[in-house]
């Protein structure tokens, strides 16, 4: 039964209008267990600055309002963003395009040329369990070393929207908590937290594994009570097949205002329980802004 007194829902629908772009192609380095390097076949490949420019310049004309910049990993777990960011900067200064990038880990010296590059936003992976990030990704890191690219990106002035995935470790809950109040520790400047759940790959070592969607709303429910409702978003990676719906569902009951990619079953709910349902066309991590406001009736347009 849905209980919340607030009613708004913001949908965050990217697809065509916020594109993601691929600066390694589909090459990663580190061929983590859940992708295998599978989630970077459907992005644009720009592997050159130049790529990346004329991308950016046809998605300018044909009405887009931003793309992600994203790729694989180093052995180190970063992905080499600093090789496009003076495109990012001419991107910046000649369209209107929000810019954000997904880098994995940051020195202090890649965060001030993203500062200077003008990007919009960082997204960054927190993992808080060091023995999930050396099963999953092959890394010898210590959930402090998340913390510390964090810092580096704020004390640099770049918006951070930290991601923290449900079930990474096979579908098993494993050091969320901690990922959370990591963040929290920065939480002065963090505008947004982005909670993602395992989505299983078929061909990949995970393959048929999914997070308990009772989970996943215990780390949602986490997240609010360490920062609010109006700051925790449910990510577009959540879960596959009906736990989809189940989990934002779930989310909206529980007071979680931000969704992205929804099902068509929530979106009939959130109308049939009376939200006040308002889209967007971008990454949820920019949040809900009036100029990436989807102005329209039919949310199946979107997608």
Not at 85 to 107: C, P, W
Not at 170 to 184: K, N, Q
Not at 255 to 272: D, F, K
């Amino acid at each position: 039964m849905y209980r919340r007194s607030d009613k708004r829902l913001n949908l965050f629908t990217p697809s065509r209008l916020f594109p993601s772009v691929s600066i390694t192609g589909e090459e990663c380095a580190l061929q983590c267990k859940h992708c295998r390097g599978r989630l970077l076949e459907g992005l644009i490949p720009a592997v050159e600055p130049d790529a990346l420019l004329r991308i950016a310049s046809e998605l300018d004309e044909n009405g887009a309002l931003g793309m992600l910049v994203t790729g694989g990993c180093d052995r180190e777990g970063r992905v080499e963003i600093e090789r496009v960011l003076s495109a990012v900067r001419q991107i910046k200064n000649e369209t209107d395009l929000l810019v954000i990038a997904h880098t994995g880990f940051v020195r202090p010296s890649v965060a001030e040329m993203l500062a200077g590059s003008g990007v919009d936003g960082v997204a960054l992976d927190v993992v808080g369990d060091s023995a999930t990030a050396k099963g999953v990704y092959g890394l010898d890191v210590a959930p402090e070393d998340y913390l510390e690219s964090m810092c580096a990106l704020l004390d640099a002035g770049v918006d951070v929207f930290p991601h923290v995935c449900v079930g990474l470790n096979f579908g098993r809950l494993s050091g969320e908590y901690h990922a959370l109040r990591l963040i929290h520790e920065a939480s002065v400047s963090v505008s947004r937290v982005v909670i993602t759940a395992l989505m299983p790959l078929p061909g990949t070592p995970m393959a048929g594994r999914k997070p308990d969607p009772a989970d996943v709303l215990r780390v949602v429910c986490d997240a609010a009570k360490l920062f609010s409702y109006e700051l925790v978003l449910l990510g577009c990676a959540h879960s596959v097949g009906r736990d989809r719906g189940v989990i934002e569902t779930l989310a909206l009951e529980s007071g979680v205002m931000n969704i992205a990619l929804p099902t068509m079953r929530l979106v009939r709910y959130a109308h049939s329980v009376g939200c006040d349902v308002n889209y967007y066309g971008t990454c949820c991590g920019l949040g809900a802004r009036e100029e990436t406001r989807i102005r329209g009736s039919c949310y199946e347009d979107y997608l």
